[in-house]
């Protein structure tokens, strides 16, 4: 289950598919070092948009 208290590494791990909707919010650095101790939800507060339309988007993958 995709939470928007996971840490970015750990979505990316078990859903690789994710960094493309990462990405398509901004997310350019799904790889570098502080995205393995990021929250979904620190990241959207950092990037300026909403962790719940993030969380949309990345449970629509999850239910694929």
Do not use: W
């Not at 300026?48 to 694929?64: R, Y």
């Amino acid at each position: 289950m995709i939470t928007k208290d996971m840490l970015i590494g750990d979505l990316v791990r078990q859903y690789p598919e994710a960094i493309r909707t990462l990405m398509s919010f901004g997310m350019g650095c799904v790889g570098c070092p502080s995205s393995q101790m990021e929250s979904l939800e620190e990241a959207a507060a950092v990037h300026g948009f909403s962790v719940d339309e993030l969380m949309a988007e990345l449970n629509k993958i999850e239910t694929k």
